[in-house]
């Protein structure tokens, strides 16, 4: 796969226009020579089934090749959508895209661990946001259990999965701005970014990239300063 390459370069708000679209065009391209790729693929494993070859690693690269199709998909759409790629800043998440309708129930026996809703990698436009926190209640009781009182630790997850933003923090256009961003359902995670003092953060948006190790690309979103913080 062939694609060259590129440092794109701003230094003025009036530049930004212009390297947006070379980014929009080097997507293109990305997407071109991955589709090739998949359509290599395709072929090929189309020709191992017919002969009965063993097909297990073509098909792995097939579903990675496809994966990474949807990812840059989606980078093209956040970038022609007139969001900014910014650096990977660490965030407090709030919110993740799922294609579930509701919160599974799970039940565990320890409240650590295991509670934490994560983001599929839907293509654009599907699924919904959910909080990145699933709420659980605590159905901790006392049992005899061989003929002595026995402490059962249970805690099961509830059905509220709705985002909790932290709206008291924030001023409306911000709220607005947010929400414009996650009806897109373009990113894979939503969440702030903030100082020790925490007066004035910024919202992002990040896609995750398929192929793992911390790979991510953060877009911004909204940003909003007290003055007192300075």
Same mark, same amino acid.
């Given at each position: 796969?062939?694609?060259?390459?590129?440092?794109?370069? &701003?230094? !003025? =708000?009036?530049? %930004?226009?212009?390297?947006?679209?070379?980014? @929009?065009?080097?997507?293109? *391209?990305?997407?071109?020579?991955?589709?090739?790729?998949?359509?290599?693929?395709?072929?090929?494993?189309?020709?191992?089934?017919?002969?009965?070859?063993?097909?297990?690693?073509?098909?792995?690269?097939?579903?990675?090749?496809?994966?990474?199709?949807?990812?840059?998909?989606?980078?093209?759409?956040?970038?022609?959508?007139?969001?900014?790629?910014?650096?990977?800043?660490?965030?407090?998440?709030?919110?993740?895209?799922?294609?579930?309708?509701?919160?599974?129930?799970?039940?565990?026996?320890?409240?650590?661990?295991?509670? &934490?809703? !994560? =983001?599929?990698? %839907?293509?654009?436009?599907?699924?919904?946001? @959910?909080?990145?926190?699933? *709420?659980?209640?605590?159905?901790?009781?006392?049992?005899?259990?061989?003929?002595?009182?026995?402490?059962?630790?249970?805690?099961?997850?509830?059905?509220?999965?709705?985002?909790?933003?932290?709206?008291?923090?924030?001023?409306?256009?911000?709220?607005?701005?947010?929400?414009?961003?996650?009806?897109?359902?373009?990113?894979?995670?939503?969440?702030?970014?903030?100082?020790?003092?925490?007066?004035?953060?910024?919202?992002?948006?990040?896609?995750?990239?398929?192929?793992?190790?911390?790979?991510?690309?953060?877009?911004?979103? &909204?940003?909003?300063?007290?003055?007192?913080?300075?």
């Amino acid at each position: 796969m062939d694609v060259d390459d590129c440092t794109l370069v &701003a230094l !003025t =708000p009036s530049e %930004l226009p212009g390297v947006q679209a070379e980014l @929009v065009a080097w997507c293109d *391209r990305k997407i071109a020579a991955l589709e090739t790729e998949r359509s290599d693929l395709e072929a090929n494993l189309e020709l191992a089934t017919a002969h009965g070859w063993k097909h297990a690693s073509v098909q792995a690269t097939l579903n990675r090749t496809a994966k990474r199709v949807l990812y840059y998909d989606k980078l093209k759409a956040a970038v022609e959508a007139g969001y900014l790629v910014v650096p990977n800043f660490p965030i407090d998440v709030i919110a993740v895209r799922v294609d579930r309708e509701r919160q599974p129930e799970k039940v565990r026996d320890s409240r650590w661990g295991g509670f &934490a809703a !994560t =983001p599929q990698l %839907l293509a654009a436009g599907e699924g919904r946001y @959910v909080d990145d926190r699933v *709420r659980y209640r605590d159905e901790t009781h006392t049992a005899v259990v061989d003929g002595k009182e026995k402490l059962v630790q249970r805690y099961v997850t509830d059905d509220y999965d709705a985002v909790d933003f932290p709206v008291t923090l924030v001023k409306p256009a911000v709220l607005a701005a947010t929400q414009r961003a996650m009806a897109l359902r373009i990113f894979d995670q939503v969440g702030t970014v903030t100082n020790q003092v925490g007066r004035d953060p910024l919202v992002v948006g990040q896609l995750l990239d398929p192929r793992g190790n911390g790979r991510r690309v953060t877009f911004f979103i &909204a940003w909003w300063l007290d003055t007192a913080s300075l």
